[in-house]
């Protein structure tokens, strides 16, 4: 039975806010990063837009409704650090130590700061208290940020991905900067979209094991930066397609390290003719010292083309011949 992926379609700013608030006592399932950052940005708006409103003489007031704008968006970024694999613990201690830092404002004063002289003010904000509080605050609120943004190192296993026919975009940069993940899930699809698989593993850094790769027709920047900076990854997926298209390879082993093996059969014509097909694709890989490193191609001519591609770095040097194994498809030796 053939599984297929449709596109997840990107909310606007006013459906993500929407979606938001209905979802307000779900803390499970997921989220797309775009419907956090939509609804961080409806927080910081109306925070500011109250401030103006209220001004210094309703701190108070301020205070509270900043709270609970706060306690909105904790569900969505609750499950956005699902996304990442961490514990949404980190969430409820920064709303707790948000409601602790307004607290001890509040029993010392600071909302209603005309009633203080700077020089009470200042005692205030210098206590081990208040700094130890906002302190701690900032730091939580870094390590939510780092989490729920920047990368991904806890995952060491990937879901299964049984789709068959895949949809734009749908793997972009699924798995970017999973730095503990080590073997990648089997790509069983055969009917490719423009961007499908880009960047899918960026930053991977332990992964040694690639996953096969079957397509014979490709859509544009398919495979764009698919395994970009993997710098355990020793042996390239083998790349059957006949039928390249635009930007498909751009990328795709840039700063592979410890890369030894790259198979990729397409003909001549398709390198020539296909707009950065291969652009970069092999940059700064196999580039560690003391390994040995073998191209396998369609035949000579297509040796030929990527060679002669120099423009856009189609091959570097320590991939061609005399630096580099290159053999053909049926495993003869190509020569110069």
Sequence with gaps: METKITTLTQLSFAEAVKLNFARIT?????????????????????????SLLLGNGNLIVLAIISLILQLAIVPV????MHDRGHS????????????????????SGLTTPEALTPEEIMEVVSTPTFIGLTIASGI?????????????TVLTSAPDLPATQLANKCYYYMFIFCTSLTK?????????????????????????????????????SCYQEMFYNCTSLKSAPNLPATTLAPYCYYDMFNSCKNLT??????????????R????YWLTDAGTKEGISRTLQVKNAD???ALKNNTANYYLPDNWQIGKCTVLAEDNSTITE
């Design 26 to 50: 779900d803390f499970r399932g997921r989220y797309r990063r775009s419907e956090l950052w939509w609804n961080y940005l409806m927080y910081v708006i109306l925070t500011f837009c109250l």
């Design 77 to 80: 970024t609750i499950r956005r």
């Design 88 to 107: 949404g613990i980190w969430v409820i201690a920064a709303v707790l130590l948000g409601v602790a830092s307004n607290a001890y404002g509040f029993m």
């Design 140 to 152: 939580v609120q870094l390590i939510i940020f780092i989490f729920a943004v920047m990368d991904c």
């Design 184 to 220: 990648a899930p089997e790509l069983p699809a055969e009917t490719l979209a423009s961007g499908c698989y880009k960047g899918m593993f960026d930053g991977c850094a332990k992964l040694q094991e690639a996953p096969e790769l079957s397509a014979t027709k490709l859509a544009n």
């Design 261 to 274: 093996s790259v198979t990729m059969l397409a003909p001549s014509d398709q390198i020539t003719n296909k």
């Design 276 to 279: 950065d097909c291969c652009y």
């Design 302 to 304: 297509a040796y030929t």
